[in-house]
């Protein structure tokens, strides 16, 4: 799983076997260890979200997913998932979910 942010925005890339176990599992989650302390990210998905958030605590960002969203995009050939988060100060948090498919597959 690749995580990339710029700015207000955060863009989760899963492969095809990532994507997989993501259906299976409803969670995924990758941890890059640091000398200081450990980063997590991942996502979840939650039969009572309505939308797709982000949250940041401890050192992790958890995108929350709802859960017929989830297997929509897992069963179906749509790549990509997005949302409007509101934050602070009337700013947003645009969240990109994608296949990678275009990748080789670990």
Same mark, same amino acid.
């Given at each position: ?10 863009? %989760? ?20 260890? %640091? ?65 990678? %498919? ?5």
């Amino acid at each position: 799983m690749k995580l990339r942010i710029k700015g207000n925005t955060i863009r %989760f890339r899963l492969t095809k076997s990532e994507v997989a176990y993501f259906s299976e599992k409803g969670m995924i989650k990758e941890t890059t260890n %640091f000398i200081t302390g450990d980063f997590s990210y991942g996502m979840q998905t939650s039969p009572d979200a309505s939308s797709i958030t982000a949250g940041f605590k401890n050192n992790e960002i958890i995108l929350t997913i709802p859960e017929r969203q989830a297997k929509e995009w897992t069963e179906t050939n749509k790549v990509g998932l997005s949302e409007e988060m509101p934050i602070n100060d009337n700013k947003k948090l645009y969240i990109l979910i994608e296949k990678d %498919f275009k990748c080789l597959d670990e």
